[in-house]
């Protein structure tokens, strides 16, 4: 488990950045993905999830919150400013490179796409100017996708979430305006959850890597060290979608980890990383409107049966996007089902807890309407009868309520 921190460094580096890479390459089988290793370092992040969901609902968790919201309050306070800054920052890079879209493997020269780097800095002063900045992003999102092709640009749906950001950063609604920030840590986690499967299906892309950066195994095999790097990849960014404290120690790893990385792939590595740190800073230092009453033991079913749809998925629309249709329908339909469990795990508590209050209601009601039945035979007794009246069962309910 300690070694397998420090062997993460090489999922911080983006594969495309730094190895050319044959997109219509066929991925590893199957069987040929989920061997003894992958089991193991995937029973690992299970364990560590269900452990970090279990202390973030005692009262050590509890503590843990408050002193990071205490720490992390004037980052917190200066969300909007920092995030227009970085991502000023970054297209301002992008432009003065004069040879990148977005990220350093999308290439494009055009005088239209150096114009457009350099006004999104501009638009990002004022507020009143972001749904430009906005349009912006979304302009150099598809003509990356025209360019290098659709499955491709899904490496990177944060710009997506950067452009939300700001397109509803104007906007008068209380509720929008809240969603804005859940809506970019979500397309964060994704930028990081699905490129982690190249580490599972491509291994022979990264291998070229850890043959110029030996020290990154530790001594281990190349095998080992792929595998293990992209479960804690994929781990961490699942983790960004889980409970406030939970997805707050993922968000300050990750930041680590690609913080780190920069010393051993180079300062395009930083650049090309610098607005997702700054989102990831970002994630820790958001406390969550409400905590989540989320159970521990689901956490370890809902990120197994997740890990393994989106290898799956991502084999499946590979296939898809790249081969033939029938090829793609086995791994498309496990996905599917894989991700249908998933939903079930999120729900079922749900549902069990709302079962179980329906039942304690309806024999609420059974018991008041036959009180109430019973004491209707007590009225109708004669008069000259002394016998006090039963007050019911509601009657009381209603009196209790009446005089407080």
């Not at 290793?37 to 299970?46: D, E, G, N």
């Not at 092709?149 to 490496?155: A, R, S």
């Not at 997506?160 to 920030?181: E, I, T």
């Not at 889980?242 to 920069?262: G, H, S, Y």
């Amino acid at each position: 488990m300690v070694s397998a921190i420090p062997m993460a460094t090489t999922a911080s580096a983006h594969v495309k950045w730094f190895v050319t890479c044959n997109a219509a390459d066929d991925p590893l089988p199957p069987q040929a993905v989920f061997t003894p290793t992958f089991w193991l370092f995937s029973a690992l992040f299970v364990t560590v999830l269900y452990v970090g969901c279990a202390i973030e609902q005692t009262k050590l968790g509890a503590s843990l919150s408050r002193l990071l919201d205490r720490w992390t309050a004037p980052l917190h306070e200066r969300t909007d400013g920092l995030l227009r800054a970085v991502a000023a920052v970054s297209f301002t890079l992008l432009w003065a490179d004069g040879d990148c879209i977005l990220t350093p493997e999308l290439k494009g020269s055009s005088i239209w796409l150096s114009a457009i780097q350099v006004l999104i800095p501009l638009y990002l002063i004022a507020r009143a100017t972001l749904p430009a900045a906005a349009a912006g992003i979304l302009v150099l999102y598809g003509y990356g996708a025209a360019s290098d092709g659709l499955f491709h640009m899904l490496d990177y749906p944060f710009f997506l979430g950067l452009a939300a950001y700001f397109a509803l950063s104007v906007s008068q609604n209380a509720k929008l305006r809240a969603f804005r920030f859940d809506c970019l840590r979500w397309t964060v986690a994704l930028s990081l959850m699905w490129p982690s499967m190249e580490k599972f299906l491509y291994p022979s892309w990264i291998a070229p890597i850890l043959a110029q950066h030996p020290e990154l195994t530790l001594g281990f095999d190349v095998g080992t060290v792929i595998t293990a790097a992209g479960v804690v990849e994929f781990g961490l960014a699942f983790a960004l979608f889980w409970t406030p404290l939970v997805r707050r120690f993922a968000a300050a790893a990750l930041a680590l980890l690609l913080f780190a990385a920069t010393f051993d792939f180079g300062k395009m590595d930083g650049i090309g990383h610098l607005m997702i740190i700054a989102l990831l800073l970002l994630v820790f230092a958001d406390p969550g409107r409400k905590q989540a009453s989320c159970r521990p033991a689901v956490a370890p079913l809902v990120g197994g049966t997740t890990l393994l749809a989106v290898i799956f998925l991502y084999a499946g629309f590979h296939t898809l996007y790249y081969g033939s249709s029938p090829a793609a329908v086995a791994p498309l339909v496990s996905g599917a089902a894989l991700a249908l469990l998933t939903v079930s795990f999120l729900c079922l508590p749900g549902l069990a807890h709302g079962l179980r209050r329906a039942i304690r209601r309806r024999l609420l009601l059974w018991l008041i309407e036959r009180d109430e039945a019973g004491d209707a035979l007590t009225v109708q007794r004669p008069r000259n009868l002394a016998t006090p009246r039963h007050v019911t069962r509601s009657e009381r309910l209603v009196a209790v309520r009446t005089h407080g």
